[in-house]
């Protein structure tokens, strides 16, 4: 099994940046793909990007390729989410999920990853 701890979430402005962590417990973590996904108020919780558990694959959804960078560091237990170019419409609930597997099929699907975090809260102002 795998804790997960997010991280680094806050408030600001349209086209600022922000780097989320997501800190595991555990010693098997390099066995896990990770993902982020996102939920806003009243909205579905909607994937964000994935990694493979080496960090060699990853996998963005359209709204935040070429703005964002999910990375993980496998010696320190923790994946990474820089987001750069801020919207408004980023503004969510960020959460990290993994799965002990090295890729996740049907990695934008939620009911995939059987470990989340807690979440934390990015509000971009515009």
């Known amino acids: 099994q795998v804790q997960l701890v997010e991280s680094g979430g806050g408030l600001v402005q349209a086209g600022g940046s922000l780097r989320l962590s997501c800190a595991a417990s555990?010693?098997?973590?390099?066995?896990?793909?990770v993902g982020w996904f996102r939920q806003a108020p009243g909205k579905e919780r909607e994937f964000v990007a994935t990694?493979?558990?080496?960090?060699?694959?990853?996998y963005y959804a359209e709204s935040v390729k070429g703005r964002f960078t999910i990375s993980r560091d496998n010696a320190k237990n923790t994946a990474f989410l820089q987001m750069n170019s801020l919207k408004p419409e980023d503004t969510a609930v960020y959460y990290c999920?993994?799965?002990?597997?090295?890729?996740?099929?049907?990695?934008?699907?939620?009911?995939?990853?059987?470990?989340w975090g807690q979440g934390t809260q990015v509000t971009v102002s515009s």
């Open positions: 999920a993994a799965e002990g597997t090295a890729w996740v099929w049907n990695y934008y699907l939620p009911e995939k990853y059987d470990y």
């Open positions: 555990g010693r098997t973590f390099s066995s896990y793909a």
């Open positions: 990694i493979s558990s080496s960090g060699r694959l990853t």
